[in-house]
């Protein structure tokens, strides 16, 4: 009796971790083009000069960026309840 109601439970927070696995790589997608904005637009400002103290600013902070993301990527958070 009790394996009979834990059933649609168990499939529902499976179904729950699927799409918050699909939403993780929708935002693991988002941060890496965003990196690569965020250091191109740095890298423009930096090297033509405009304003190079923000320019850096942003190439550093993007490359940080990026590290953070493929920290995520290497180890992504468990979604099975397995």
Same mark, same amino acid.
């Given at each position: 009796?009790?394996?009979q109601i834990l059933s *649609?439970?168990?499939?529902?927070?499976?179904?729950?971790?699927?799409?918050?696995?699909?939403?993780?790589d929708f935002l693991i &997608?988002?941060?890496?083009?965003?990196?690569?904005?965020? @250091?191109?637009?740095?890298?423009?400002?930096?090297?033509?000069? @405009?304003?190079? %103290?923000?320019? %850096?600013?942003?190439? &550093?902070?993007?490359?940080?960026?990026? #590290?953070? #993301?493929?920290?995520?990527?290497? &180890? *992504? *958070?468990?979604?099975a309840l397995a």
């Amino acid at each position: 009796m009790f394996f009979q109601i834990l059933s *649609p439970l168990v499939d529902f927070t499976n179904l729950i971790a699927g799409y918050f696995a699909e939403i993780w790589d929708f935002l693991i &997608f988002v941060g890496n083009i965003s990196s690569f904005v965020v @250091v191109l637009i740095g890298a423009i400002l930096w090297f033509t000069e @405009v304003n190079q %103290k923000r320019g %850096k600013g942003l190439v &550093f902070s993007g490359i940080l960026l990026a #590290i953070t #993301i493929q920290y995520f990527v290497f &180890f *992504p *958070p468990s979604f099975a309840l397995a």
